[in-house]
């Protein structure tokens, strides 16, 4: 039996951290703010993400990513001079208003796409 002893990376194919909002689906995103979820990222600059897809009902998140990996395709939306309070300010002021603050935060998902 061989044994690994060195880095051994988690068996997900996705992962990410996002700074924003998690919604159970596209129409709870119009009971919070009154706009389409699709209408508002048209003329956003945050983006949507999805959880595992596995499971029945994955979570939809709006906001930008803390750090992620996309099937190995690594992305942060964090700037080189930003610091962590900047980014989720930043992130804030590009949620709309009425999106309550405690529903408002750091959101981690990993899976496995294959």
Do not use: A, C
């Amino acid at each position: 039996m061989r044994v690994r002893t060195g880095f051994v990376s988690n068996s997900s194919s996705t992962s990410f951290t996002v700074y924003g909002v998690k919604l159970e689906n596209e129409s709870e995103f119009k009971d919070l703010t009154g706009i389409g979820l699709y209408d508002f990222l048209r003329d956003s600059d945050l983006d949507d993400f999805f959880g595992d897809p596995n499971e029945w009902n994955p979570s939809i998140y709006v906001g930008l990513v803390l750090s992620g990996d996309f099937e190995h395709s690594p992305r942060s939306d964090l700037r080189e001079d930003e610091t962590k309070g900047q980014f989720e300010q930043r992130v804030r002021d590009l949620l709309p208003e009425s999106i309550p603050d405690d529903r408002i935060g750091m959101f981690s998902e990993s899976f496995y796409n294959g």
